[in-house]
């Protein structure tokens, strides 16, 4: 594909998605399992254009690598679970592997860390006993380069390792890899690494048989009836994914170790699923992504070590349509494999802003009341000016049929027409201003930065000034009551 097309198609809209900010980081994971792979200058040119400072590699593909040389990315490569069993068993193995896949590339790519296999002990788990070998010959390759410093060694793994993760306070891992995850954390701890943990609040919520709120699982806030404590140390938790990361810190605590580092490297939400996977919609995956990026920017942790950030790697950029398994497998990704944006990510006011800081949109408030937003949809589509044909059934902006989605697309195409004599952007306090491009695939909003400006070849969508505005008096507008479609928390 044509990297003008990826960067018409989403540089405005994932913008501002990924930041460092004060220490605190979201970063992407990028799969290879995808048809027509785009080519590796194209990848990260999407990584730069949106600002994301960090990524996660399978593998150690030189294509890649090459790629983001001089980008500043900081880059995590991988060791395949294929690889971890010769390593493991032979130090020049690994050695031969650093020279090739990391000494090559540095200083020029900013290789950070080093990820050994992807859940080891619960994928192959008759590799477990050369998995720790295995990231001491990775480490001592990498203190005869003098690298040991800037690049660190661990092994991400899924939270099944810890049987019961709730309550936090009592959680431990499974004693079955006692021994190796011993000795892991001791490695960690010796070479001031951190603990790589897969964690999906979606899984976490699906098997749960009820017992917890989706609202918690997306980081919605809870009544006060629903509050999620953990009895022993009372710390309350007001979403899963800070609970899934305190049970590791729980578990590494009851091995006696003192405080290591958690960094999620995998956590997401499916935005599609089969027929027995209602849970995996487009709106929950936006909910999740977008609340996660608020959650972890928010330079917090969980409540037993609320100083150390949940840094976290999204899972995953691009849709990997070639993995087996139910429908959900294949629809994880915040782009489908031709590049166009699944959903729209919008973003809180105290977020720093991205984009064209000439160019404001108008966009519904993210706590606004659903009826005070019906009333002022309503009132938009109502105006002469005003063209809401594309949030109509069928059209390009239907998707997501939610009340914020409609309104901001009718707020912001009243604004950008009526400002200039009067408009504003309020809608009886239900509407803000901000800068962050709400655009996504072939949804346009009024005021989008031109695409010439970003890309090689023509126009690829419909600009809103291709619409045709409804009839004089003519009121055609009738929403369908998104809450009719989706699935409603369940009491506990």
């Not at 008759?126 to 001491?136: E, F, G, I, Q, S």
Request: net charge negative.
């Amino acid at each position: 594909m044509m990297l003008g097309k990826w960067l018409a198609i989403e540089l405005l809209l994932l913008v501002g998605m990924f930041y460092n900010v004060l220490g605190a980081f979201v970063g992407v994971n990028i799969g290879t399992d995808v048809s027509n792979l785009p080519e590796a200058s194209s990848l990260v040119a999407i990584l730069k254009a949106n600002q994301i400072t960090h990524v996660r590699l399978y593998d150690a593909d030189g294509h890649m690598l090459n790629a983001l040389s001089n980008t500043g990315i900081e880059v995590v490569v991988g060791v395949t679970n294929e690889e971890v069993l010769g390593i493991g068993q032979s130090p020049s193995t690994a050695a031969t592997w650093i020279n090739k896949n990391v000494v090559a590339y540095v200083p020029s790519t900013n290789i950070t860390a080093i990820a050994v296999g992807s859940e080891v002990l619960t994928s192959i788990p008759h590799a477990a006993p050369v998995l720790v070998p295995a990231m001491n010959n990775l480490h001592k390759a990498l203190v005869a380069s003098n690298l040991n410093f800037q690049i660190k060694v661990s092994a991400p793994q899924s939270l099944d390792i810890i049987p019961r993760p709730f309550p936090p306070s009592t959680a431990t891992f499974n004693s079955t890899w006692n021994s190796t995850i011993y000795q892991m954390l001791q490695f960690l701890k010796n070479t001031n690494s951190y603990f790589m943990l897969n964690a999906y609040p979606y899984y976490g919520y699906t098997t749960g048989d009820g017992i917890f709120p989706i609202d918690y699982a997306l980081f919605r806030p809870l009544p006060s009836v629903k509050q999620i404590v953990d009895p022993n140390t009372l710390f309350h938790y007001e979403s899963m994914l800070d609970a899934m990361v305190d049970a590791a810190y729980y578990s590494v605590e009851a091995l006696n170790f003192t405080v290591i580092p958690i960094v999620v490297t995998e956590t997401g939400w499916p935005w599609l699923g089969g027929a027995n996977e209602p849970d995996a919609t487009v709106e929950n995956a936006k909910t999740f992504n977008g609340n996660l990026i608020r959650r972890v920017l928010n330079n917090s942790g969980p409540p037993s070590q609320p100083d150390i950030p949940i840094n976290s790697y999204i899972y995953e950029l691009l849709n990997e349509d070639k993995r087996p398994g139910p429908v959900s497998e294949r629809n994880w990704g915040v782009l489908l494999n031709n590049g166009t944006a699944v959903y729209p990510l919008t973003w809180s006011t105290s977020l720093q802003a991205s984009g064209n800081s000439s160019t404001v949109f108008c966009v519904a408030k993210e706590d606004a009341d659903s009826d005070d937003l019906a009333k002022g949809l309503n009132w938009a589509c109502g105006q002469v000016q005003v063209n809401c044909t594309p949030i109509q059934e069928g059209n390009q902006c239907y998707s997501p049929n939610t009340y914020q989605n409609h309104a901001s697309y009718a707020f912001n195409d009243y604004y950008q027409k009526m400002h200039s004599s009067g408009g504003t952007c309020d809608f009886s306090g239900t509407a803000t201003i901000t800068n962050v491009d709400p655009s996504y695939g072939s949804c346009i909003f009024a005021g989008r930065v031109p695409i010439q400006a970003l890309m090689e070849e023509p126009p690829l969508l419909p600009r809103p000034s291709d619409l045709r505005a409804y009839p004089a008096g003519v009121r055609p507008w009738k929403f369908r009551d998104p809450g009719s479609s989706s699935r409603q928390c369940s009491s506990y």
